[in-house]
Antibody, heavy 129, light 113 residues
Framework: QIQLQQSGPGLVKPSQTLSLTCAIS??????????WNWIRQSPSRGLEWLGR?????????DYAESVKSRISITPDTSKNQFSLHLDSVTPEDTAVYYC???????????????????WGQGTLVTVSS | DIVMTQSPDSLAVSLGERATINCKSS????????????LAWYQQKPGQPPKLLIY???TRESGVPDRFSGSGSGTDFTLTISSLQAEDVAVYYC?????????FGQGTRLEIK
């Protein structure tokens, strides 16, 4: 059974960097049939996919256009976890942040994204001075 | 980006009655070579992350009660709860995984009438 456990601060000051970590059990961050994602949820934006990291003989990442200039998602193979870093935060970044796994199996015709499952427990991050 | 629009925004149904939630995508999420719709449904209760109910538009996740069913193809999809139970009170989301960025509907809040 795959489980994701999030950790990180719940309060960040404006202009600083939001950092969260997601520890994986039951799977590997280096899996070639999965991608590791961060998603946030707020009343104003709903559920918003932020980005992902994945390994396919080398490391790749993809990010949402809305945060592309401020975000990095990095794997840590020694601890089997991945992290979110979001720079220059403003109160608009206040949200519940989730990590989530996506299956990404490959077959004869190519590789195809699946749904988000499982999810981490969520971390409410408030941006305030 | 594919925009997912759910209707209604909120819904009140009597216990034991049918609940129907609709989801429309701004473009087709049917991948023809596979003949599969890249559409999932989630249930979210307060203080919890979304829980996967349905994937491939109509495949029930293991352990999900069979009163939950999904249907539809292309751009129009439906989540049906055949006989509403008290524990089904939640917000329900559709999600397309056809293309990046993966996107969600705005949610439908389901309550007991």
């Amino acid at each position: 059974q795959i489980q994701l456990q999030q950790s990180g601060p719940g309060l960040v000051k404006p202009s600083q960097t939001l950092s969260l970590t997601c520890a994986i059990s039951g799977d590997s961050v280096s899996s070639k049939t999965a991608a590791w994602n961060w998603i946030r949820q707020s009343p104003s934006r709903g559920l918003e996919w932020l980005g992902r990291t994945y390994y396919r003989s080398k490391w790749y990442d993809d990010y949402a256009e809305s945060v592309k200039s401020r975000i990095s998602i990095t794997p840590d193979t020694s601890k089997n976890q991945f992290s979110l870093h979001l720079d220059s935060v403003t109160p608009e970044d206040t949200a519940v942040y989730y990590c989530a796994r996506v299956g990404w199996p490959c077959g004869a015709g190519g590789c195809y994204l699946n749904w988000f499952d499982p999810w981490g427990q969520g971390t409410l991050v408030t941006v305030s001075s | 980006d594919i925009v997912m629009t759910q209707s209604p925004d909120s819904l009140a149904v009597s216990l034991g009655e049918r609940a129907t939630i609709n989801c429309k995508s701004s473009q087709s999420v049917l991948y023809s070579p596979h003949n599969k719709n890249y559409l999932a449904w989630y249930q979210q209760k307060p203080g919890q992350p979304p829980k996967l109910l349905i994937y491939w538009a109509s495949t029930r996740e293991s352990g999900v009660p069979d009163r939950f069913s999904g249907s539809g193809s292309g751009t129009d999809f439906t989540l049906t709860i055949s006989s509403l139970q008290a524990e089904d009170v939640a917000v329900y989301y559709c999600h397309q995984y056809y293309s990046t960025p993966q996107t969600f509907g705005q949610g439908t809040r389901l309550e007991i009438k």
